[in-house]
């Protein structure tokens, strides 16, 4: 972890300010740490390929983009303070590359002195009418889609709530991408024992809902357990994860990673039990394993999303890439593992909702250069 402090946010800001407009052109914003893994191929494309070089300013001090030594990239640590504030209001650059949502609705807002153009890529292949607020995308000029339903999802609601239409560009995933060349890199037989446990947040998760049970009952049946929480249950659910770390900690097949799981880890396992986490369908899409959906409530993040007539991806997905498995039934969970996998071209689905499978980075790329040659 580079060493930052306070007042080094105010100094950081003063380098991203004082840095020429022809090294900001194309600034990269990551909110977390989980931002890099989809900002990752394509900035490798564009810095390493294309030879552009991009600004990166990031709110996560133990970024991993402080471990990348490239000249073409500038990096710079902001926080999530005054400071960042002042970084959006203040910004002189052409294009600015967001995963976080909810532009000029709370503090984060457009800047005030330059003609910025906003670019909004998305951190879930889920459906933009559910996982995200009312009004969270209206702000942005571009919009990197993942696939067709983000599209016709954005474009329904552009006539709904007569807006004006975005530029919509078919990008792809660029962490699917990247999980699916770690497959190859991580090409290792399976573990037959091992079982990855990735809840999503919000009150109705499956950690909230029957977290415990679950994972004694797979401890029973001698699996080795990897529970990765989101993020949020990790800052907002302090009391549950103490309970489940003091419960479990001692145990040698339980194991609760509060970081992104190994690679090693991701793709030696056998299955995954989530709830309505996006990362089901990425582990489902970059290993062709089994998927348990545990069927708690829905996490709706928008109120209205029922008034467009679109299934969400998530719910109209689940059942052909693996199996709902209601609460009540967990004890079935261990028998169902050890079924055999019958295969639902797991392929043939993931080229049908992901645009340009592992060519996304490319897409993002040759769009980006394009704008800038314009500029």
């Given at each position: 972890m580079v060493n930052f402090s306070i007042m080094s946010e105010w100094k950081e800001l003063k380098k991203i300010e004082d840095l020429p407009l022809e090294k900001k052109r194309i600034v990269f914003y990551a909110e977390n740490l989980a931002s890099f893994n989809h900002y990752k191929l394509l900035i490798e494309q564009l810095t390493n390929v294309q030879k552009i070089t991009i600004c990166y300013v990031t709110s996560s001090k133990n970024d991993k983009i402080f471990q990348i030594k490239n000249p073409n990239i500038n990096a710079f640590y902001i926080g999530e303070?005054?400071?960042?504030?002042?970084?959006?209001?203040?910004?002189?650059?052409?294009?600015?590359?967001?995963?976080?949502?909810?532009?000029?609705?709370?503090?984060?807002?457009?800047?005030k002195i330059h003609s910025v153009h906003y670019v909004y890529l998305f951190h879930s292949i889920f459906s933009s009418h559910t996982y995200l607020r009312k009004g969270a995308l209206d702000d942005f000029d571009t919009i990197f889609c993942v696939g067709q339903h983000h599209i016709d999802e954005i474009r329904e609601t552009e006539k709904i709530y007569n807006l004006k239409q975005k530029n919509l560009i078919k990008y792809g995933y660029g962490r699917l991408d990247q999980l699916l060349a770690e497959r190859k890199e991580y090409h290792l037989d399976k573990d037959e024992r091992l079982i990855i446990i990735a809840p999503s947040y919000g009150k109705s998760n499956l950690l909230e809902i029957c977290g415990i049970e679950l994972i004694k009952i797979l401890l029973e049946h001698n699996y080795q357990l990897i529970l990765r929480p989101h993020f949020k249950i990790l800052k907002d659910s302090k009391k549950l994860i103490d309970k489940i770390e003091?419960?479990?900690?001692?145990?040698?097949?339980?194991?609760?990673?509060r970081d992104v799981i190994k690679p090693k880890d991701f793709h030696s396992s056998i299955c995954m039990i989530t709830d309505w986490s996006g990362v089901g369908l990425e582990y489902s899409f970059a290993t062709e394993n089994k998927v348990f959906f545990i069927d708690v409530p829905q996490k709706i993040i928008n109120s209205e999303f029922e008034f467009l007539s679109i299934e969400p991806i998530e719910k109209s997905i689940r059942s052909k890439i693996g199996k709902v498995i209601s609460s009540s039934e967990l004890k079935l969970i261990p028998e169902l593992i050890l079924e055999k996998n019958e295969s639902p071209k797991i392929e043939s689905i993931m080229e049908s909702t992901v645009f340009n499978v592992n060519k996304s980075a490319e897409a993002g790329a040759e769009f980006l250069r394009k704008m800038i040659d314009m500029n």
């Open positions: 303070g005054t400071a960042r504030t002042k970084f959006f209001l203040t910004l002189r650059a052409t294009i600015l590359i967001m995963d976080m949502p909810d532009l000029e609705r709370f503090h984060i807002k457009k800047s003091k419960q479990f900690s001692e145990n040698k097949n339980f194991v609760l990673v």
